[in-house]
Each structure stands twice: as C-alpha cells, then as structure tokens.
C-alpha cells in the first residue's frame, strides 16, 4: 500500500507496508541513513527522530502512524538550535565512534528548543533514553551547555 | 661398516593405511547412545494461570463480610499481577516484566504520570502494542498517582488506600468504573508480545470489584 510521509519538510510517496518500523522506511526507502539502528525495540534512542516535534523512536513507530506526523530527521535539522548544537559537538569533539550521536542529538535539539536553558537534571531527564556505548555522557552534556549558553548569548 | 636406515616397504605403509581406515570406519559406525529426553524439571514447566472464579462461586459463603473479602481477594490476583503492578511503582519510576525490575531506559513519571516532559512515555509508546519491535502501547499510557503506588504494598494495604479520603483521587462508582471500563486496565489483558496478560477477563474482574462494592468492600487485614 502506498504511504504519504512528510519528511524533513518534503512529501514523499512509500510503497510498503503499513505496519513497517518508519526507521525502516528512513534508511531504505528515502535512503536518510543518518538514524541509526541500535536495538530496534525502544531501548537505545539511536533511532530517535521527530514527529510534530516530538522526539520519538522510529524504530518502534509503524510507517502508518508516522504518515500522520510531519517527520524531522538529522539530515533535515535546522534552526538556531540545531547551529548551535553541531558548533558544540564539533568544539567538544562529542562523539567517539558517533554511531549513537545523531540520536543524542535529536533528543538534545528537542529539549533545546523546549528549554533553552536546561539544568544537568533537566539534561539528564531528556537524555537518559540515549545510550551510548562510548560513553560520551559528561561530552554530551556539556556540549548541550555549551549550546544552550551560544544560543543566550545570541539573544 | 655403514648402516642402512630402515625403509618403510610399500606394503607396510599400505598396512598402515588400512588400519588407518578400518580404524576411522569403527569410530564411525560405532553403535551412539543418543540421550534419552528428559521431562523438564517442574521449575521450567508453563505457568498455568487459573482463570478468575465468578461472582457465583462466591455466593456460597454466608457471611457477607467473609465473602466481601473473598471477593476482593479474587480480585487481588488482577490487582497484584505484573501487567498492573509495574504502573502503580512507589517510586516515580515504572518497572517492566515478570520480574518487575526497573524500566529500562530510565525514565520518570513526570508532573502528569505520563513522563518527564522531554521524555515523555510516548516517545517509545504509541497508541497501540506496536508488534513487530514488541514495544507495548494504548493511547493513555501513564502511571498510576504516586498515591495510589501498590507496589510493596499488602493487598489490604492496597484496599484501605483504595478508599482513604487522603489518598484517593476517585469515588468509589469511579473507581468501578476505572476497573471495569477504562481502556487502558483493558490493555492487562491484552499486552502482546509475549507479556501473559492478567488472569479473566476485564469484564469479569469489573463484575468482582462490582460485587464486592455491594457486599460492603470489606478488605483483608
Ligand atoms: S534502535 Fe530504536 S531505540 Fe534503539
Ligand atoms: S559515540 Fe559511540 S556509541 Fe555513542
């Protein structure tokens, strides 16, 4: 059955099954392989990508109910948070294999653009469904710090 | 005098082969004793759930008091199942599984019940079971109010805060109502995955605490 899924700000028409993960979707049918699959079943945040804004796991969502949402991605993130957010990690040097980042990132441009100046709890409660094997916690903290104090001083 | 080494004869190393041979041949077809099967030791046996008893199995104790308690003891098998218990933590966070063991990835109940308000429950649960990954859903996903934590708890502990002004935040026709109609309870009893679902059925367990409101909600010490 053909879905219509609006991704990064473009329509786009997919020809697969309803019930199939949107990550699924993502990475092998518009080819937006910068989410990641890690677990596939909620646990890990690798896959995290918006819908109406919201961070969700696209692992765990089916291509039919993502078709009612309007769909962010890595690749479509934009906006002063995000800038902020990639000038930090890249300052910081966040990542270490980086296979988890894009989901620790999308978890941190929604808490950024909710909250523009979180605390270490307000941090922590947002990102505690990003795992990340490396470790990178302290880095990506920080890096949200950094960003939330860019984006002040823009202001 | 200069000596000869010993040579191996063409014919010797043929025995050698054929020994060889037979040798491989015999460990082959050796005659193998294959285990026996054995019958699982009761530990590893199928749980088998008892369906809920009606109402009508009730009505031969007479003491209204003693079946009221009966009643809501047979109901207590719902109340106390995993399926229910892992949404009523006393902490602010849920626990998950048979085991109830805390819910993986952390998370907290947040000011609604419904998660920390940037990492809401709804991030990994949707409307419904989402099979395929196994993740569980309704529409209403949420805890239990912190006053209304059954874990830990007694199931006349459970019962006395069920009706105590300071902690309930429903009557008790809504509290009927909450058992008996309230779609997400109805998800205990269709959890997929491999999650078992809670003893009966919604409806017969709505009837139990129905019956025991009429005979006067007593509880067990
Ligand atoms: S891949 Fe979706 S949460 Fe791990
Ligand atoms: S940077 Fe390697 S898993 Fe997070």
Same mark, same amino acid.
């Given at each position: 059955?053909?879905?219509?899924?609006?991704?990064?700000?473009?329509?786009?028409?997919?020809?697969?099954?309803?019930?199939?993960?949107?990550?699924?979707?993502?990475?092998?049918? /518009?080819?937006?392989?910068?989410?990641?699959?890690?677990?596939?079943?909620? =646990?890990?945040?690798?896959?995290?990508?918006?819908?109406?804004? =919201?961070?969700?796991?696209?692992?765990?969502?089916? /291509?039919?109910?993502?078709?009612?949402?309007?769909?962010?991605?890595?690749?479509?993130?934009?906006?002063?948070?995000?800038?902020?957010?990639?000038?930090?990690?890249?300052?910081?040097?966040?990542?270490?294999?980086?296979?988890? =980042?894009?989901? =620790?990132?999308?978890?941190?441009?929604?808490?950024?653009?909710?909250?523009?100046?979180?605390?270490?709890?307000?941090?922590?409660?947002?990102?505690?469904?990003?795992?990340?094997?490396?470790?990178?916690?302290?880095?990506?903290?920080?890096?949200?710090?950094?960003?939330?104090?860019?984006?002040?001083?823009?202001? | 005098?200069?000596?000869?080494?010993?040579?191996?004869?063409?014919?010797?190393? !043929?025995?050698?082969?054929?020994?060889?041979?037979?040798?491989?041949?015999?460990?082959?077809?050796? #005659?193998?004793?294959?285990?026996?099967?054995?019958?699982?030791?009761?530990?590893?046996?199928?749980?088998?759930? !008892?369906?809920?008893?009606?109402?009508?199995?009730?009505?031969?104790?007479?003491?209204?008091?003693?079946?009221?308690?009966?009643?809501?003891?047979?109901?207590?098998?719902?109340?106390?199942? #995993?399926?229910?218990?892992?949404?009523?933590?006393?902490?602010?966070?849920?626990?998950?599984? &048979?085991?109830?063991?805390?819910?993986?990835?952390?998370?907290?109940?947040?000011?609604?019940?419904?998660? &920390?308000?940037?990492?809401?429950?709804?991030?990994?649960?949707?409307?419904?079971?989402?099979?395929?990954?196994?993740?569980?859903?309704?529409?209403?996903?949420?805890?239990?109010?912190?006053?209304?934590?059954?874990?830990?708890?007694?199931?006349?502990?459970?019962?006395?805060?069920?009706?105590?002004?300071?902690?309930?935040?429903?009557?008790?026709?809504?509290?009927?109502?909450?058992?008996?109609?309230?779609?997400?309870?109805?998800?205990?009893?269709?959890?997929?995955?491999?999650?078992?679902?809670?003893?009966?059925?919604?409806?017969?367990?709505?009837?139990?605490? !129905?019956?025991?409101?009429?005979? &006067?909600?007593?509880?067990?010490?």
């Amino acid at each position: 059955m053909t879905h219509s899924l609006f991704v990064n700000g473009r329509l786009h028409s997919v020809d697969t099954d309803g019930d199939a993960p949107l990550l699924w979707v993502l990475r092998d049918h /518009l080819r937006l392989t910068g989410t990641k699959y890690g677990c596939g079943k909620a =646990q890990c945040g690798a896959c995290t990508v918006h819908a109406d804004g =919201q961070p969700v796991r696209s692992c765990s969502l089916s /291509l039919a109910d993502a078709a009612t949402s309007r769909i962010e991605t890595i690749e479509g993130a934009a906006g002063p948070e995000a800038e902020a957010l990639t000038a930090a990690w890249v300052a910081r040097g966040v990542p270490q294999c980086g296979f988890c =980042q894009s989901g =620790q990132l999308m978890s941190a441009l929604a808490l950024l653009r909710a909250n523009s100046a979180p605390t270490d709890a307000d941090i922590d409660a947002a990102m505690s469904g990003n795992l990340c094997r490396c470790a990178t916690y302290n880095r990506i903290r920080a890096g949200i710090h950094d960003a939330a104090a860019a984006l002040g001083d823009r202001s | 005098m200069k000596l000869r080494r010993p040579r191996l004869s063409c014919l010797s190393i !043929a025995m050698i082969l054929f020994a060889l041979i037979i040798l491989i041949v015999a460990i082959l077809l050796r #005659p193998l004793t294959l285990p026996k099967p054995e019958a699982l030791s009761a530990a590893f046996a199928p749980v088998v759930v !008892a369906p809920l008893k009606p109402v009508s199995a009730f009505n031969a104790i007479v003491d209204p008091a003693a079946r009221s308690v009966a009643l809501f003891q047979e109901a207590g098998r719902v109340i106390r199942h #995993p399926r229910c218990m892992n949404c009523h933590p006393r902490t602010d966070r849920p626990t998950q599984t &048979d085991a109830m063991r805390p819910h993986m990835p952390a998370v907290a109940r947040g000011p609604d019940g419904a998660g &920390d308000p940037h990492l809401r429950c709804a991030t990994c649960h949707n409307d419904a079971n989402f099979t395929g990954r196994d993740v569980p859903g309704n529409p209403q996903w949420l805890l239990a109010l912190i006053e209304q934590a059954w874990q830990g708890r007694s199931l006349g502990e459970t019962c006395r805060q069920l009706f105590d002004p300071a902690r309930s935040y429903i009557t008790r026709a809504e509290l009927l109502e909450h058992m008996a109609n309230d779609a997400l309870v109805g998800w205990a009893w269709h959890p997929g995955g491999d999650r078992p679902p809670a003893p009966g059925t919604q409806a017969q367990f709505g009837a139990l605490i !129905a019956a025991w409101r009429e005979t &006067d909600a007593r509880w067990p010490a």
